[in-house]
């Protein structure tokens, strides 16, 4: 890492680049997983991560080797790219089968003008059998207590055996390959060391996040979650003209329950009518969401539905419900519920309009006898 062309300290400088580059990383995920959210793109977090960090490792080392490829110095910026091996096999999880794999060396060593080099094939091969090493621990033994050692145990052999065919192929000093080895271990060390941290603080704030906008009790979702979904979906519905219909539902004489078995009851039967809502609900369309938006009170936000095709699902969860028996202690609780729908309109000129008129049917449930359903 002598970093000829820029004439500047190496080692102390590399560090920095390196912690840089993944700092960028870190900085652009985020913003890319807070637009991913904003647009509501249908693609979970861990599936944007890995993408989108295979597409940063891939333009990093393509891009730095530009600046030495054809040379005879082409080994200089190896530690930054066996880093970023490193990153996306261990820390992003990312699972390359070799028939990717494959292709992506072939094309780097056709960059590199290295495809008649024995050494360079050397390499590749050391390569990818490190990154499917890493990939074994990571899934083994990554909880593990001893899970530093063994990346270690991992991380520097290879790292040892990448750097000798390269020294095989360039012919540079002993002293040059035990000072680059050296390097690739300490920066596999602050590897660990600060992705494990910014791990920790980015599961602290999903955790943060969590309790913002879930129930702690039932562990659905919120009335905080519950707006700012109804306003996106009210938003476009009313854009591209597409259904939307909402279902609300309590729980029959609540407060007796409350009263008759106390609160511990109380928590474990809104925790079961969550527990089959959601199971229901899963089982038919993921995409349909479940929220508590007051004390017994829920929601259940169905996009692309109207009330026609609405109502067998809605009817499901009903009658799931209905049949429920909660035991506490040595108490049979037996639940019913009351259920309102109803189908975005015209008429309906803010989210508050539709809630309102959902409210009004499940009021005239309750009204009229209890355990029924009101549908427009």
Excluded at 213 to 240: C, K, M, P, V, W
Excluded at 243 to 263: E, V
Excluded at 280 to 285: E, L, S
Excluded at 314 to 340: M, P
Aim: charged share 15%.
């Amino acid at each position: 890492m002598t970093w000829i062309n820029w004439q500047v300290p190496p080692f102390v400088t590399s560090v920095f680049f390196v912690l840089g580059v993944l700092a960028l990383y870190w900085l652009s995920i985020n913003w890319i997983t807070v637009l991913a959210h904003d647009w509501h793109v249908p693609f979970a977090d861990e599936q944007i991560h890995r993408w989108y960090g295979v597409i940063y490792m891939l333009v990093f080392v393509f891009g730095i080797q530009t600046f030495v490829v054809g040379t005879n110095y082409s080994w200089q910026f190896m530690n930054f790219q066996i880093i970023g091996i490193i990153f996306c096999a261990y820390f992003l999880d990312i699972h390359v089968p070799y028939y990717f794999f494959v292709p992506i060396v072939l094309v780097y060593m056709l960059f590199n003008g290295s495809l008649t080099d024995w050494e360079s094939w050397c390499h590749a091969v050391t390569l990818m059998l490190f990154f499917w090493s890493l990939n074994l621990f990571r899934e083994h033994y990554q909880q593990h207590r001893i899970a530093p050692l063994i990346y270690m145990i991992i991380a520097v052999p290879f790292g040892g055996l990448l750097w000798f065919w390269m020294k095989l192929k360039f012919d540079f000093s002993w002293i040059t390959f035990g000072q680059e080895w050296l390097y690739l271990v300490i920066f596999e060390v602050l590897l660990y060391v600060y992705v494990n941290l910014l791990t920790r603080e980015s599961e602290f704030k999903q955790q943060l996040a969590q309790f913002a906008s879930h129930d702690a009790l039932t562990g659905t979702e919120n009335y905080a979650a519950y707006s700012g979904s109804i306003q996106y979906l009210f938003n476009e519905s009313r854009q591209h003209k597409l259904p939307l219909s909402m279902m609300m539902f309590d729980i029959d004489h609540f407060k007796h329950i409350n009263d008759t078995y106390g609160h511990a009851a109380g928590d474990r039967v809104l925790q079961a009518v969550t527990e089959t809502a959601q199971t229901v609900i899963t089982a038919n369309d993921t995409r349909v969401r479940l929220y508590r938006t007051g004390g017994e009170e829920f929601n259940v936000v169905l996009p692309g539905y109207d009330t026609e095709t609405a109502e067998p699902m809605v009817r499901q969860i009903f009658d799931a419900v209905n049949h429920l028996q909660v035991t506490v202690e040595t108490n049979q609780i037996e639940l019913s519920i009351s259920v309102g729908l109803c189908a975005m309109i015209v008429d309906d000129q803010t989210p508050i309009d539709f809630y309102q008129r959902v409210d009004q049917n499940l009021y005239y449930s309750k009204q009229h006898g209890r355990m029924q359903m009101t549908i427009d």
